[in-house]
């Protein structure tokens, strides 16, 4: 509304007032949220992905290994994330020239691809993944190793945690951008990585102080889950909820102080107070008489004491306060999503559950779990493990060519409901809208393999003379005794 200098203004200048009233227009906001009256302030409003990373980062990382250590359903989160998205191995399986050499070469090499000996592939692939999911990256160094060395491939893999990155350097290096210790060139793709000699959290004695050497970016994976443009680091799976779970576990530990109090019954007397020096025999000393304090010594179940005359007597019995369990498990949902698992995994509470809600939370944790494995895990950490297996394969004359063409296979998921879901799954390729071999690698398997085993299984049992009997045991119409023989 136009005030009393609008109008003024309006009759002297026409012009003017209008000029005035568009401005005054101008300064509205579209979006609530963006007026000038919100007194919400975001912290470093503007900050590229990599000045966050810089800043808050380190912190994060350090909480989010105490939360892992010390709180139960944290620790359960994320090894529940471990088991879903890696299981017992994403399976790498080659598909080109020399596939059955390298196949049957890494299946070995798979046993002593770990340069501190502790994992297998496999087991080094779920120590990478947690690892980025606690601290939001993980680093892989790649070894050459002599010939002389008797591995099957000249090669190991050293898993490091993110710690071994200097991420106090910055700085130039021949033209190229320091940021956080990761050396970019002029393109902005990665060029090298700054490691410290041994890890900086270590309490060992030291000689001398530590330094950070340069590694060529082709020795290093550096597997973390970018969200944002331009981001060169990864934050922690838990970085949305570490204040919540603190403030649950302060609210945990408050309430176990105060049911430990409710459980203790106190008897408050009034009265002479001389009168109540404890009776020989009592468990009493007689001790606390100069400040005005009696014992009553052990009051025994089921007995019966005098008490002095002239005395009250008050119990003291705290009530107990409900919505403890409530206000707890209203919070471990809040918790359970921003960490993007089920519920049920973090607790193991499968109490309000109904197989409805638990099939439609359980697919879309399935969505989001090969997600994972498809755009960040294989991508970014198997397939370059594999293509520098190749690499040193061929260069240590175990391959003829340097085809490193591959396939993954996932762990297959359980089924919910196994008999409709097998139902569906045959009449979906009956009616053309699925293959068997869709179907089969959506279950973790590899077509060709199976394929080949059914056909091999087929085979045998046709040598056998037994094929016939198992196809009619599977019909429910086996012959009787008597009855013709089956025309196969």
Not at 40 to 67: E, F, I
Not at 471 to 484: K, V
């Amino acid at each position: 509304m136009p005030n009393i200098l609008d109008r003024i203004v309006g009759w002297v200048s026409p012009h003017a007032g209008i000029s005035r009233h568009l401005a005054r227009r101008q300064l509205e906001r579209a979006y609530e949220a963006a007026s000038p009256r919100d007194s919400w302030r975001p912290r470093r409003a503007g900050a590229s992905a990599n000045a966050d990373h810089q800043a808050d980062a380190r912190t994060l990382r350090v909480k989010a290994r105490a939360l892992v250590q010390n709180v139960p359903y944290i620790s359960a989160a994320l090894k529940g994330l471990a088991t879903a998205t890696v299981g017992t191995g994403i399976i790498p399986r080659a598909t080109g020239v020399d596939k059955d050499i390298i196949n049957k070469l890494f299946k070995e090499w798979s046993k002593v691809c770990d340069a501190d000996g502790r994992f297998d592939y496999y087991g080094l692939m779920r120590a990478a993944y947690f690892a980025m999911e606690q601290d939001g990256e993980v680093l892989v160094r790649m070894r050459t190793r002599r010939p002389t060395d008797g591995l099957p491939v000249p090669l190991q893999l050293q898993l490091l945690e993110i710690d071994w990155l200097d991420s106090a350097r910055s700085g130039t290096h021949n033209g190229n951008a320091i940021i956080n210790g990761i050396e970019y060139d002029m393109l902005g793709a990665v060029a090298a990585y700054y490691l410290w000699d041994r890890h900086p959290g270590d309490v060992t004695v030291a000689r001398g102080r530590a330094q950070s050497q340069r590694v060529p970016a082709k020795d290093i994976i550096h597997l973390f889950n970018p969200e944002r443009p331009g981001q060169g680091r990864g934050f922690t799976r838990l970085a949305s909820v570490i204040t919540r779970v603190r403030d649950l576990q302060l609210y945990e530990d408050a309430e176990l102080s105060r049911k430990n109090l409710e459980t203790r019954l106190s008897v408050l007397a009034s009265g002479d107070l001389t009168a109540m020096d404890n009776p020989a025999g009592m468990g009493g000393d007689g001790a606390g008489q100069g400040n005005g304090v009696r014992d009553l010594g052990e009051l025994g179940g089921g007995n019966i004491f005098g008490m002095p005359a002239g005395m009250n007597f008050t119990v003291v019995e705290p009530k107990a306060a409900p919505g403890y369990v409530e206000y707890v498990k209203f919070q471990l949902h809040i918790i359970a999503t921003g960490m993007d698992v089920p519920y049920e995994m973090v607790t193991g509470d499968m109490k309000d559950t109904n197989f409805s809600s638990a099939r439609v939370r359980l697919l879309d944790f399935r969505r989001a779990v090969q997600s994972m494995q498809w755009l960040v895990l294989i991508p970014k950490l198997l397939v370059p493990i594999h293509d520098a297996f190749v690499e040193h394969a061929f260069l240590a004359g175990k391959i003829k060519a340097r085809d490193k063409s591959v396939d993954f296979s996932p762990p297959k998921w359980d089924y919910v409901n196994p008999e409709q879901d097998v139902k569906a799954d045959l009449a979906e390729i009956g009616g053309g809208l699925a293959s068997i071999s869709e179907k089969l690698r959506q279950r973790g398997y590899d077509p060709d393999v199976v394929f080949n085993e059914l056909k091999g299984d087929i085979d045998k049992l046709r040598e056998l003379g037994i094929l016939e009997v198992l196809l009619f045991l599977q019909r429910g119409n086996l012959p009787t005794q008597g009855s013709a023989e089956p025309k196969t």
